[in-house]
């Protein structure tokens, strides 16, 4: 099967002092020229503009289209119907391409239809230059976040067949966002895309422009697709949206163990779905994730789990793990744990239940959930001796603070003396009686007693 064609449509409309720029990065391309159809769109420019055209067409091949102004979504729709190619690109006429953007963007569009069909559209970073030059990195494809984040840029391959299926850009939106709109009701009917990173697209600033229009007028302009895509904001869809997206929780683990949780912003993914869960993380897009070990198969008693360990970790921004435990458990030095409420990274780097455990137990900031009291205490309490909790406490301060300041080396000398202090000071104390029996180390007290313990040994050092 040979390389698609595709058709460049560029709507112009008295922006002839930039049009020369964007057709010689069309005619730079690294992508067969003999595959490449170029269409201007002449909206109803001026006598300057349409003089430059002129100039060009002798220069540049390109299909011309003349046409009284009717807006930059007519233009590009006009310019799609004249169209043959097997991909559809959009780019406006003050805007270039790097010399192997079509080529990038044909073989990106291929490889992730490839994989999944429902893709018809790959979108590019922006590379802004003019009055303003950086370079403007755009998120991965996420439907829930479409809808509040305009990052899909109009200048996206699209795969042709959805014009033949009826879609167009909306003529109506005449003020700016219709790229936004066309995406949007893209995703209502399924139809996805797919992010090409790099810089490919360059994206002109050059003054007050309909960009700059369009985000002082975002208000109007998000209630105009509100109303043009009310089915797609309606609260139920919504909430279906986010829950297929970007759930609040992923949770893998057996359907009947997980079913009776009372939290909607979840997903569950069967273990028997994924057979390999951990390496497959980069497929999950939730903020938190829950596991439960294979073999489980009683429920969960508590409805509403999720909803406690979900907001525990919203209003506890210290902890990145929780590690659930009840009376039949018995968590050993690498805390054969059951079930684990975790962020992500904290699961990155390893593919196997059995290396969950080391991986979790070598964490200073992961906390035990107790089902049967439903309590929330930190693991060096709940387990540990005072000494070796308060090196995990001081090693742990150390990688945090104390190593990015004065490097990795320093800092593993620096503390590696203080723990030969502190064993020292520790036999010396030995045998004293206790005025007190000793608290437990307070989770909220935890970076006053390390900032001053620390200080204390560096004293003592230097």
Request: hydrophobic residues 40%; glycine residues 6%; negative net charge.
């Amino acid at each position: 099967m040979g390389l698609p064609t595709v058709s460049i449509v560029i709507p112009c409309y008295n922006q002839g002092p930039f049009l020369s720029e964007c057709l010689a990065s069309l005619k730079s391309q690294t992508y067969p020229a003999n595959l490449i159809e170029t269409i201007v769109v002449d909206d109803g420019s001026g006598p300057d503009t349409k003089e430059t055209i002129s100039r060009l067409a002798q220069q540049y091949a390109f299909h011309l289209i003349t046409q009284v102004n009717g807006g930059l979504s007519r233009a590009r729709n006009v310019g799609i119907a004249y169209a043959s190619g097997d991909y559809i690109l959009p780019l406006d006429a003050d805007n270039y391409l790097s010399t192997d953007a079509i080529e990038l963007l044909v073989a990106m569009m291929r490889d992730s239809q490839a994989q999944d069909p429902q893709v018809m559209f790959v979108y590019q970073d922006k590379v802004l230059f003019g009055v303003e030059e950086s370079y403007v990195p755009h998120q991965s494809y996420n439907l829930y976040r479409l809808l509040s984040d305009n990052f899909t840029d109009a200048c996206s391959l699209l795969d042709r067949r959805v014009f033949d299926w009826g879609f167009a850009y909306n003529e109506t939106m005449q003020q700016g966002y219709e790229d936004w709109e066309f995406h949007l009701r893209l995703g209502l009917y399924g139809f996805i895309g797919r992010r090409l990173p790099g810089q490919t697209f360059f994206y002109r600033r050059w003054g007050y422009s309909m960009v700059n229009s369009a985000d002082r007028t975002k208000t109007q302009l998000m209630a105009k697709i509100h109303d043009e895509l009310a089915s797609v904001y309606f609260p139920p869809h919504q909430r279906e949206i986010k829950r297929n997206w970007a759930p609040g929780v992923n949770i893998i683990a057996p359907k009947a163990l997980v079913e009776s949780q009372s939290l909607i912003d979840s997903t569950i993914v069967s273990l028997t779905d994924l057979e390999h869960p951990f390496a497959e993380m980069h497929l999950l897009t939730a903020k938190y994730l829950f596991f439960a070990a294979p073999g489980l198969i009683e429920p969960l008693i508590d409805s509403a789990l999720m909803e406690k360990l979900a907001v525990t970790m919203e209003m506890r921004q210290d902890i990145h793990a929780i590690l659930l435990k009840h009376d039949e458990m018995t968590l050993g030095r690498f805390l054969r744990a059951h079930f684990v409420f975790a962020e992500l990274p904290v699961h990155e780097s390893h593919s196997t239940w059995d290396q969950l455990d080391p991986i979790v137990a070598a964490k200073t900031d992961v906390y035990i959930w107790d089902l049967d009291n439903q309590t929330l205490i930190i693991k060096s309490q709940w387990q540990a001796p005072p000494e070796r909790r308060i090196s995990r406490a001081i090693k742990n301060f150390g990688k945090r603070h104390v190593a990015p300041r004065i490097g990795f080396d320093t800092a593993y000398q620096l503390f590696y003396h203080s723990y030969r202090v502190f064993q020292l000071s520790k036999r010396a104390l030995r045998g004293r009686p206790q005025m007190k029996p000793p608290q437990p180390m307070e989770v909220g007290e935890t970076g006053e007693h390390l900032d001053q313990g620390f200080r204390h040994y560096t004293g003592i050092l230097f």
